[in-house]
């Protein structure tokens, strides 16, 4: 890491707090925005598909084996993001992996609250199984929301007898969506990106009423025996880290192959960042050997 790197990330989202009263529309804007700042992957092969009534986007890398893929679902707290904010980590991914990356553009709350997000994710993956795919040669990967989704789509699948990806990846999962982790007050200051406040209204707005321990919503009280192997990663910068080292213990006590990967000093979801931090990019490259070594 150059600690220059990391210094001019954090003053970057830390001269964009997030407004007092929080808007959708404009909170959508600005995740598109920030999406624009880490620019584009101009050498990825991208191509629209409708995944099973679900909108969605097959992104490349040059040289990827195309037998091999990725049901990737994006973060935003299941109210923001979209392909185009989650395109360039998606390429990072491919690059990594040697795979295809099938982006999803699943409903958000508040229009379509849970379990919108779950029915989608479903959805596409009964399209690429449909596609002809090996469900052993597919990982599910996501990020904060999207990792929380990525659990909940394998705890939606093994129940409804879908069959199971090769494996799985959490980066910075949100997985309790009552804010109860130590980290989240604990790490607050260290945070430039992820605070209860913010949580809490998001949470709302997707469980439109709805019990936040729900498995399915909050998948760390869901039973998560029987799972593929799940990498879970975070940063310790950040106030989810609780949600991710309580969702390993989980999966290790429902004797799960996860591992539990915890970056010193990196903020939320650091892939992300790939484009302008050194350990975003080896965060996509430890995402891309564990699928690599579970989907070959």
Not at 155 to 184: F, T
Request: with cysteine; glycine share 10%; aromatic share 6%.
């Amino acid at each position: 890491m150059t600690v220059t790197q990391l210094d001019s990330l954090v003053t970057l989202l830390r001269s964009r707090p997030a407004p007092e009263t929080p808007d959708v529309g404009q909170s959508r804007a600005r995740y598109e925005k920030m999406a624009v700042v880490l620019g584009g992957a101009p050498d990825a092969k991208c191509e629209t598909v409708d995944a099973g009534g679900v909108p969605a986007e097959w992104v490349a890398a040059p040289g990827i084996d195309a037998t091999r893929a990725v049901l990737y679902l994006h973060g935003g707290g299941y109210v923001i993001g979209s392909l185009n904010t989650h395109r360039r980590l998606a390429y990072d991914i491919s690059a990594a992996s040697g795979a295809r990356v099938l982006v999803i553009d699943y409903r958000l709350a508040p229009e379509h609250p849970f379990p919108a997000a779950v029915e989608d994710a479903a959805a596409a993956w009964r399209w690429m199984l449909a596609q002809g795919l090996d469900p052993k040669r597919i990982a599910i990967a996501g990020d904060s929301a999207g990792g929380g989704l990525t659990v909940a789509t394998l705890v939606n699948l093994r129940d409804q007898k879908l069959g199971l990806p090769g494996c799985a990846v959490a980066i910075s999962p949100w997985v309790d969506l009552e804010g109860l982790g130590a980290s989240i007050a604990g790490r607050a200051a260290q945070d430039p990106m992820v605070q209860k406040d913010g949580l809490l209204w998001m949470a709302g707005m997707y469980l439109a009423g709805q019990d936040a321990k729900t498995p399915l919503a909050a998948p760390l009280h869901a039973s998560l025996e029987g799972l593929p192997p799940v990498l879970v990663q975070v940063g310790t910068a950040e106030t989810l880290l609780d949600d991710a080292t309580r969702l390993a213990e989980k999966l290790h006590t429902a004797g799960v192959d996860v591992t539990l990967a915890v970056w010193p000093n990196m903020v939320h979801v650091f892939p992300f960042f790939a484009p302008i931090l050194s350990e975003g990019r080896a965060g996509c490259v430890e995402i891309g050997n564990f699928i690599r070594s579970r989907t070959a």
